[in-house]
T-cell receptor, first 115, second 113 residues
Framework: AQSVSQHNHHVILSEAASLELGCNYS??????LFWYVQYPGQHLQLLLK??????LVKGIKGFEAEFIKSKFSFNLRKPSVQWSDTAEYFC?????????????FGQGTTLQVKP | DAGVTQSPTHLIKTRGQQVTLRCSPK?????VSWYQQALGQGPQFIFQ???????QRGNFPDRFSGHQFPNYSSELNVNALLLGDSALYLC????????????FGSGTQLSVL
């Protein structure tokens, strides 16, 4: 069965620090990979996605993620975080042969950025 | 352009009762997926509806059922509520043909006492 593991449950950074959130998945076939973000009081929204092609994908608000197939990883990065990046971040995966409806989510990482 | 709307926003029920949650998809979308998000956890897939039929289902008991209407809106029904059903229930819509990303609603917070 597919599963997603996010290593960091709670991360606290100061503004301008660099961010890397770990995500590993368990699945033997072709996968689609996603990072979603939930800002305080808002709904889940897509940060970025990987379906195929260049393993380094860029998303909104300066975020990027790198798919490393050999490591089953899809880590999220941002060179310099801002206070407004305080949110909960979810990594998700689905079967590459299906549509995006059935996503398997990790348990999330809470990011707190101190001004 | 309205996004995904869910109602009600909060609900309190007692064990053994039944509940119905509602979702209107984003304009132009034809597919609705439901997720359960327990406190401190990521969302878990319940099922997906397309063309008024259940298309995919996650690992949830038959107490969880759903419906999709001709206007693409959807309902999630949970029978014989258990304390463990307390969670945030999220609806997400998409367009099946284009494999478009999911758009999530703000959810319904269900508390079972």
């Amino acid at each position: 069965a597919q599963s997603v593991s996010q290593h960091n449950h709670h991360v606290i950074l100061s503004e301008a620090a660099s961010l890397e959130l770990g995500c590993n998945y368990s699945y033997g076939g072709t996968v689609n990979l996603f990072w979603y973000v939930q800002y305080p009081g808002q709904h889940l929204q897509l940060l970025l996605k990987y379906f195929s092609g260049d393993p380094l994908v860029k998303g909104i608000k300066g975020f990027e993620a790198e798919f490393i197939k050999s490591k089953f990883s899809f880590n999220l990065r941002k060179p310099s975080v801002q206070w407004s990046d305080t949110a909960e971040y979810f990594c998700a995966v689905n079967d590459g042969s299906s549509n995006t409806g059935k996503l398997i989510f990790g348990q999330g990482t809470t990011l707190q950025v101190k001004p | 352009d309205a996004g995904v709307t869910q109602s009600p926003t909060h609900l309190i029920k007692t064990r053994g009762q039944q509940v119905t949650l509602r979702c209107s998809p984003k304009s132009g979308h034809d597919t609705v997926s439901w997720y359960q998000q327990a406190l401190g956890q990521g969302p878990q897939f319940i099922f997906q509806y397309y063309e008024e039929e259940e298309r995919q289902r996650g690992n949830f008991p038959d107490r969880f059922s759903g419906h999709q209407f001709p206007n693409y809106s959807s309902e999630l029904n949970v029978n014989a509520l258990l304390l463990g059903d307390s969670a945030l229930y999220l609806c997400a819509s998409s367009l099946l043909a284009t494999n478009e990303k999911l758009f999530f609603g703000s959810g319904t917070q269900l508390s079972v006492l």
